[in-house]
């Protein structure tokens, strides 16, 4: 099975770009059939997915995010990245990496704050 691992920097400034990576061992991103999906937990809400890589290297983008959202992938790294531009502090939250098999990485806290 699929271990992954998040990381980004902690704490960003509003309006900044944060990216965030997922480092995934056990298994090579490009495996036919997995989807590397980025899904996020504000404080007190819900599970919001963001949006997906494929194993082709397709991308899919939650409609309400897609604007400000960027997926990409290393293959020479077996990483996922996650960009999101022009943060507020309503972006504050735990962020994910997760396959479509159901394999999650421990998340890393994303808080906006001047």
């Known amino acids: 099975q699929v271990q992954l691992q998040e990381s980004g920097p902690g704490l960003v400034k509003p309006s900044q770009t944060v990216s965030l990576t997922c480092t995934v061992s056990g298994g090579s991103i490009t495996t036919n059939y997995f989807y590397w999906r980025w899904i996020r937990q504000p404080p007190g809400k819900g599970l919001e997915w963001m949006g997906a890589?494929?194993?082709?290297?397709?991308?899919y983008y939650s409609p309400s995010l897609k604007s400000r959202t960027s997926i990409s992938r290393d293959t020479s790294k077996n990483q996922i990245t996650l960009q999101l531009s022009s943060v507020t502090p309503e972006d504050t939250a735990v962020y994910y990496c997760?396959?479509?098999?159901?394999?999650w990485g421990q998340g890393t806290q994303v808080t906006v704050s001047s």
């Open positions: 997760v396959t479509n098999f159901g394999s």
């Open positions: 890589i494929d194993y082709s290297g397709n991308t």
